[in-house]
């Protein structure tokens, strides 16, 4: 009971994560997709090499992250997408880039010693 | 299907930087293991090289000791190496990435370019997701020792 619990908990976190939505690359090309417009589910299927469940089943973990809702317009659905949540991501890139930028700063500070040690003070 | 490697803006990073130092200092700071270990690592941490071998193929291994005792082993295989231009290394430990620094003389400076591209955008988001985690549960330990250290001074 517990391990099902813990695992059932486990994976809808997982599934909420934005990290996850844009892990896998035909989820990427459906948000490339309707980014521009909602497309319905039929235009969407007919883009992939995949079986209508497939594709369903990403559009589904793609709701599931908050990034896409879909709308019924008498017998259609449509896909809609909602981008602002990818902000999450592009800020953890920017940390990640930090980090590296940090690294260039030490190396800089660490240049710079090099210099003064090695020409002295004459040069600034 | 798309083709996954066919772009590379989702998984890459680039870094630039002036520096008021002549292209031989710079060079040196970068391609000497004894410099290195001085600057490589993030602040709080130390680092060994047990092996640097500049030239193509050549293995450079690179462990970095966190502040709180744990090793990061960081094995690398440069790929190009040019005198005062250029060098490749892939970053053959996980993350999987190859790494281009360039080197441009520029008077008494130098211009430094520094570009990572990881293997796959799948191996970059897993990066970006590790140091999230990574760096969120710091911030966390520092929350809360920022708020015992608070209850102290009560």
Redesign the interface.
């Known amino acids: 009971m517990y391990n099902f619990t813990s695992t059932y908990l486990y994976n809808m976190k997982a599934r909420r994560d934005v990290?996850q939505a844009?892990?896998?690359?035909t989820r990427?090309?459906i948000i490339n997709m309707i980014a521009g417009q909602p497309h319905n589910m039929k235009s969407i299927t007919e883009k992939?090499?995949m079986s209508q469940q497939a594709i369903s089943l990403h559009v589904k973990v793609l709701m599931d992250c908050g990034l896409i809702t879909i709308q019924q317009r008498g017998r259609e659905r449509f896909c809609e997408a909602h981008l602002d949540r990818l902000g999450e991501?592009a800020a953890?890139?920017a940390?990640?880039?930090q980090?590296?930028?940090?690294?260039?700063d030490?190396?800089?500070?660490?240049?710079?010693k090099?210099?003064k040690e090695?020409y002295g003070k004459q040069?600034? | 299907?798309?083709n996954?490697k066919s772009s590379t803006q989702?998984r890459e990073?680039l870094?630039t930087?002036q520096?008021?130092?002549p292209i031989d200092?710079?060079w040196?700071?970068?391609t000497s293991p004894e410099?290195i270990a001085?600057?490589?690592g993030?602040?709080g941490f130390t680092n060994t090289i047990t092996k640097m071998d500049l030239r193509p193929g050549g293995e450079w291994d690179l462990i970095m000791h966190g502040p709180d005792g744990t090793d990061y082993k960081n094995k690398s295989i440069f790929k190009e190496v040019i005198l005062h231009k250029k060098i490749v290394y892939e970053h053959v430990t996980g993350p999987k990435f190859v790494a281009t620094i360039t080197f441009e003389e520029r008077g008494?400076q130098t211009y430094?370019t520094?570009h990572?591209l990881f293997e796959t955008?799948?191996e970059f988001?897993?990066?970006?997701?590790t140091?999230?985690a990574d760096?969120g549960l710091r911030q966390n330990v520092e929350k809360l020792s920022a708020y015992l250290a608070g209850m102290k001074s009560r």
């Open positions: 990290y844009i892990a896998d690359p990427r090309a992939f090499d991501v953890w890139v940390q990640y880039k980090f590296w930028e940090n690294k260039m030490s190396f800089e500070m660490y240049v710079e090099l210099k090695r040069k600034k | 299907m798309e996954k989702d990073l870094i930087r520096l008021d130092a200092l710079v040196e700071a970068w410099h001085n600057w490589w993030p602040n008494d430094i520094w990572m955008a799948e988001i897993r990066t970006v997701k140091f999230k760096v």
